[in-house]
């Protein structure tokens, strides 16, 4: 629980998907279709201004606006919650419980690192909990000298 996020981002595989702020709804539902994740980063040249999440669609977007002519940025969450790449696995299942909230943009010195997800999250324990489980039943069957 207490390794840093730093660790996390390392073994992931994909990186963090992103759109301008003018990209359409659709543009960047496309994105977040064809890359199977749940929201992109919506940045501002270098800067980020917001994320764009599956929720953001339920909410914001089905039938209430035109998705090929809305641009995310009237339809994204502006109010960011950020995590530090040294901060720990329990720091960000805190922030994820409390907030609500699936995705979680790490950001070192005003740049972007990659975001975190709470299946990032859940995975990163099963695999822990794997490892812990082998070892009792090594343990229990007589797999470690006495």
């Given at each position: 629980m207490q390794t840093?996020l730093?660790?996390?981002?390392?073994?992931k595989?994909?990186?963090?998907?992103?759109?301008?702020?003018?990209s359409?709804?659709?543009?960047a539902?496309?994105?977040?279709?064809?890359n199977?994740?749940?929201s992109?980063?919506?940045?501002?040249?270098?800067?980020?201004?917001?994320?764009f999440?599956?929720r953001?669609?339920?909410?914001r977007v089905?039938?209430?606006?035109d998705?090929?002519k809305?641009?995310?940025?009237q339809?994204m969450?502006?109010d960011?919650?950020?995590m530090r790449?040294?901060?720990?696995v329990?720091?960000a299942?805190a922030?994820?419980?409390?907030?609500r909230i699936?995705h979680l943009p790490?950001?070192?010195?005003?740049?972007?690192?990659?975001v975190?997800?709470?299946?990032?999250?859940?995975?990163?324990?099963?695999?822990?909990?794997?490892?812990?489980?082998?070892?009792?039943?090594d343990y229990?069957s007589g797999k470690?000298p006495a």
């Amino acid at each position: 629980m207490q390794t840093p996020l730093r660790t996390l981002l390392g073994q992931k595989q994909g990186k963090a998907h992103s759109v301008s702020p003018t990209s359409t709804v659709a543009a960047a539902v496309e994105l977040m279709n064809a890359n199977k994740v749940g929201s992109v980063l919506v940045m501002d040249g270098e800067r980020l201004v917001g994320i764009f999440t599956e929720r953001d669609v339920l909410r914001r977007v089905v039938g209430r606006v035109d998705a090929v002519k809305a641009q995310v940025s009237q339809v994204m969450t502006k109010d960011l919650v950020v995590m530090r790449p040294t901060s720990t696995v329990a720091d960000a299942m805190a922030v994820v419980s409390e907030k609500r909230i699936r995705h979680l943009p790490v950001v070192e010195e005003g740049r972007v690192v990659g975001v975190i997800s709470a299946g990032d999250l859940n995975h990163w324990l099963i695999r822990g909990h794997q490892g812990q489980i082998e070892q009792l039943v090594d343990y229990i069957s007589g797999k470690y000298p006495a």
